[in-house]
């Protein structure tokens, strides 16, 4: 294994016969440890800094403006100066909050997402550490980050935080149920929760054998971190600016960076489940390559979002659990179950694809047929006015 | 195994001290005039009324609960997808029939209006 084939590995290697050579077999294993965790965990936070930067960049050209182009070239320094700036922020604290609570939640923020990367596989062999409960740890991680609003807005002693937080409670949680039900789906066509394990069992990308699943596990997801259309617990018209309202400086940072990173971490996540991860041509000899491939194919997941994010108006709040208990959760069950039959009828024969998209594309349109039932009959209740004489100008 | 969790340890208390040193720095540099009027709670300029810990609506109570019936369900959905190879048709339509119960509870929640927002 040469050092172009696997740089990582390679240094890791030299690394690890050095420390065991000079210390003691634990205290080697955890200074081991400890530097792959440093690596790992200074990746995720880098890739903020450069996150908010490209958003801000790819954001300010949908709505037709140039974003940032001060600071460096192409406004590159925007996110440093932005960093020394809230630094030097006074912090204030509001007398009535709640300190301890107030103080540990934007903390908690960043960790809940952080700590999603610890079982991101980035290339064959790269990977914080391969639980074999990696899915399960993801979805437990993840509500840390409901923890987190909760905390904030409670601690805060506002009404608009509180409010902000309520909403948070009533929508994060209820998208949790058909995001958890859809990670079902690709756990049960790999047969195993390892994210590792994951991504090498898709010879053929589990988008292919679970469009809808994937669909619904990106709109799910886009919920969670709680952006346009669903940003309904930060939403500055109706409630200041929500569960963050009392935060200034680099507490409010805090909370700013946790949603980049969770919104890029959605997208690297759909990658790692639906499309292949670190899978593409050369990734297995030089791995370098698998890990671009990851990040490209985690890029086209958050443009996704950012898209939706400046495409679509902020849905009402009714319609928002509607939308979610009423037909992502019967839908992502009725695919839960479709799967899980036809897999096991059909999962040794070459009419797995077939079986599984027409499974799919039924469950779909049986979805859509109801969805436009319901409404005609909406319609028809809803009250009709009388149309009132318009004045027109003389 | 010990030290795929022993890296989870690990990572708790570094990604905690990240997040931490920001905070600890805009400690020694920011500047700190607390007066009274700063420090009192935000409500775009007008005085806060009452206590902010008040009654709130018990739907979202309501959603808290149906959520925690499909968070146990999926606890207990992920080691029978995991172990679906060496699961016979039969013991699969068993897990069919478990989702097939949660969803009778999805509509009866439904039909009570739990799932309404008014």
Known sequence: MSFWQDPIGFLGEIIRNFLFNLLPEAWATFIFTLLSVVIVASFGLIIVIFLIWVERKIAARFQDRLGPNRAGPYGLLQTFADIVKLITKEDVVPEKADKLTFNIAPILSVVAVLLIWAVVPFAPGWIG????????????????????????????????????AFRAVAQLISYEVPMLITLMVPVLLARSMGMMEMVQDQDVWFIVLAP????????????????????????ESEIVAGYHT?????????????????????GVLFAIFFLGGWRGPGAEEYRLLGMVYLM????????????????LPRIRIDHMLALNWKFLTPVSLSLLVLTAILDKI??????????????NAV???????????????????????????????? | ???????????????????????????????????????????????????????????????????????IEAAFLFPWAVAFDALPLFAVLEGVLFILILVGGLLYAWRKGALEWS
């Open chain 1, 129 to 164: 550490t391969d639980l074999n409960v990696g899915v399960l740890y993801i979805a437990a991680v993840g509500s840390f980050g409901i923890l987190s609003i909760l905390m904030a807005g409670w601690s805060s002693n506002n009404k608009y935080a509180l409010l902000g």
């Open chain 1, 296 to 311: 490209l194919k985690g890029f086209l997941g958050y443009f996704i979002v950012m898209w939706v994010r400046s495409t």
């Open chain 2, 1 to 71: 195994m010990q030290n795929t969790w022993l890296f989870i340890g690990i990572f708790i208390a570094v990604a905690a001290v990240f997040p931490l040193l920001p905070i600890v720095l805009a400690a020694f540099v920011a500047p700190r005039k607390p007066n009274p009027i700063k420090l009192d709670t935000y409500e775009c300029g007008i005085e806060t009324v009452g206590d902010t810990w008040v009654q709130f609506k018990v739907q979202y109570y309501i959603y808290a609960l149906v959520f925690l019936v499909f968070d």
């Open chain 1, 212 to 235: 809808v699943s994937g669909l619904i596990f990106m709109v799910s997801s886009i919920a969670e971190v709680g952006r346009t259309p669903f940003d309904l617990l930060e939403a």
């Open chain 1, 363 to 394: 469950v779909l349109l049986l979805g859509y047929l109801i969805m436009r039932a319901v409404s005609r009959r909406q319609t028809k209740e809803r009250p009709t006015f009388k149309k009132r004489p318009v004045a027109k100008p003389a």
């Open chain 1, 246 to 266: 009392e935060y200034t400086g680099m507490k409010f940072g805090l909370f700013f960076a946790g949603e980049f990173l969770h919104a890029f971490t959605v």
């Open chain 1, 346 to 359: 059909y999962g040794e024969t070459a009419l797995r694809i077939p079986a599984l998209l027409a499974g």
